[in-house]
């Protein structure tokens, strides 16, 4: 049995596939990556994810879980909806398993990074708690009373494309990484990325990272007051905001009931990897 004591997580981004040998004490013993890509066709990007994998794989192992930007039918392994052109209604279980020949699981990457933070994060075992991942764009997982909760259509906590203005803007349209780096450049006609946009301390970065946390707080309370979380975990570069969780807290509280919103607290994850321990625990 000893030999068989690891699992295989993969993060798979529209620019990167990551790969980590986890241990089941949720340890990553070893790490690679490589380029996704995406413009060569899927069948290279499964390849890509093959050979991640064998680079990484020990010995036997208990299997591999996918973390993938999209709307996943994990029973089946379909991409029902995602952000890679092309890959609606892909079998990418299927795929793998014929090119790796062990047992492969396919989830949505908000979902993993839950269950990572519910696993392995500061506040495990919190019972009631909303993940969201500020990746390519937001992704959301959501654990009810322990449980993994995935909705009738796969889709359970897809706040991305809720509506938050009149103008039907939608809430990827203003929270999302790239759209903070968009607003920006109208404001400032520079650009930067997210990732130095979150540590500057100039005005015009600050002020769109109020808006997009203000736009998130508002969305959030509505999943606050239907499932009364204790916590939300922010991952991604904006849990390095101090400016987008404050915005983000404000709002949430002004937006929620008295008896949800005067306990749920945001948090940012502190949990490296987050995409990659949450995909082994699919397989478990």
Not at 21 to 32: A, N
Not at 105 to 112: A, I, T
Not at 244 to 250: C, G, N
Request: with cysteine; charged share 25%.
């Amino acid at each position: 049995m000893m030999d068989r004591e690891f699992l295989i997580g993969v993060e798979l981004t529209p620019r990167t596939i990551t790969a980590g040998l986890v241990d089941l004490s949720g340890k990553i013993v070893k790490k690679i990556s490589v380029p996704t890509e995406l413009s060569k066709g899927k069948k290279r990007v499964i390849d890509n994810i093959a050979s991640a994998v064998n680079k990484v794989k020990k010995n036997q192992i208990l299997g591999v879980g996918v973390s993938v930007p999209g709307i996943i039918n994990r029973e089946k392994g379909i991409v029902i909806d995602s952000i890679l052109p092309g890959w609606n209604g892909l079998f990418m279980k299927k795929m793998l398993e014929d090119v790796l020949h062990v047992p492969v699981f396919v989830e949505n990457e908000g979902k993993c990074f839950a269950l990572a933070e519910y696993k392995c994060g500061a506040f495990r075992k919190t019972e009631n708690t909303i993940g969201v991942l500020f990746n390519e764009g937001i992704s959301t997982g959501l654990i009810i009373d322990g449980k993994l909760a995935k909705g009738c259509s796969y889709a359970a906590g897809c706040i991305s494309h809720s509506i938050v203005d009149s103008k039907k803007g939608r809430l990827e349209d203003y929270a999302s990484p790239a759209s903070i780096e968009k607003l920006f450049k109208q404001r400032t006609r520079k650009s930067k990325p997210i990732s130095e946009i979150v540590i500057s301390n100039d005005k015009a970065a600050k002020d769109v990272l109020k808006i997009a946390g203000t736009h998130f707080g508002n969305t959030m309370s509505y999943l606050v007051n239907a499932l009364n979380p204790e916590i939300i975990i922010v991952g991604g570069p904006l849990a390095k905001s101090e400016y987008f969780i404050s915005a983000a807290e404000t709002a949430l509280t002004n937006k929620s009931n008295d008896i949800c919103g005067k306990k749920v607290k945001i948090i940012p994850s502190k949990l490296n990897d987050s995409a990659i321990l949450g995909a082994a625990s699919i397989v478990i």
